[in-house]
């Protein structure tokens, strides 16, 4: 059983309050204190981080080498709530770095075969998976899960683990429009990027249209350039941990001092080396720039 102290008692993590109000009361099993012990023993976890995780909901975007590993770590992390999105189907070039597949898997579609994987490892954990790529006219359906949640003043994120820049700038519109959170990873070659993006609580750091305008022209990614499996582990993990720290409220005390959000970081997998950058929000992005926007109150607010 954890030593920290029980949901009765408030307990601060970085201003944020958790307290058994949050919760109805709940608390963590004595199965469920076993299994997440490690994380629980973590002050800026405890039993009320881990029960906040319980209620999370995360959508997944992409269920190629980022994707599958993400999925991984957060379910069995105790997330509570997944929802998996890829039309593609497993291909003999995937498993060398996408190991939560093997050669049984190829021919049939990524998300199902990871919803069924991931039900097995982390039964705890509901997991949906929807066969079909995300556009700007599917995004309503595919983040249907995680809005219901969120509307239930639950912790939300998107992560998006595609290798597309159409579908990341659906992605990216599609959060900004529903006052999402997303976490963005990429790696082509021996070259990784990673950024979080939360217009409600951090909105001076833009968006990845800020980033890289749609009219940009994009020519890498690992299935022209090339990649080593550990390079897409370590992404996945640093967006998993990512996603994990801005779910449990980690480093959120305010704007100026954030290290998670407004950070761009580059990976040189030949050096093992990472490099990051400040970001701002572009004052004529046409996806996040100045607008009236909803937080989840409903009440409208200029940024």
């Known amino acids: 059983m954890s030593k920290n102290p029980p949901l009765a008692h408030a307990e601060v993590l970085c201003g944020h309050i958790h307290s058994n109000n949050e919760h ?43 994707g599958q590993l993400a999925a991984q770590y957060l379910a069995c992390a105790g997330i509570g709530s997944l929802t998996l999105i890829d039309r593609d189907k497993v291909e003999v070039s995937n498993l060398p770095r996408q190991l939560l597949f093997n050669d049984a898997d190829i021919g049939l579609n990524k998300a199902r075969v990871a919803k069924k994987k991931l039900n097995g490892i982390a039964p705890h954990c509901t997991v949906a998976a929807l066969e079909t790529a995300f556009n700007a006219a599917t995004s309503a359906h595919h983040l249907a899960d995680i809005l219901h949640i969120k509307q239930q003043g639950k912790r939300v994120l998107v992560l998006d683990c595609t290798d597309n820049f159409a579908t990341r700038q659906a992605i990216n519109r599609s959060c900004i429009e529903a006052a999402l959170p997303l976490v963005s990873a990429s790696i082509a070659a021996f070259s990784g990027q990673l950024f979080a993006v939360d217009q409600m609580q951090f909105p001076s750091g833009g968006c990845y249209h800020c980033i890289f305008p749609a009219q940009t022209r994009v020519s890498q990614s690992c299935s022209t350039q090339g990649v080593l499996g550990p390079s897409v582990g370590v992404m996945a993990s640093m967006q998993s941990l990512v996603a994990m720290q801005l779910l449990l409220n980690v480093d959120r005390c305010d704007e100026p001092k954030n290290a998670l959000l407004g950070r761009f970081w580059r990976f040189d997998a030949k050096s093992l080396s990472w490099t990051a950058a400040i970001l701002t929000r572009d004052p004529h992005c046409d996806v996040c720039g100045p607008k009236e926007v909803h937080s989840s109150s409903d009440k409208p607010r200029k940024l």
């Not at 004595?30 to 002050?43: G, I, K, T």
């Open 24 to 66: 109805c009361g709940h608390t963590l099993s004595d199965a469920d204190f076993m299994r997440y012990s490690r994380q629980v023993l973590l002050p800026e976890v405890g039993e009320a981080g881990q029960l906040q995780l319980a209620d999370a909901g995360v959508a997944i975007i992409g269920l190629g080498g980022l």
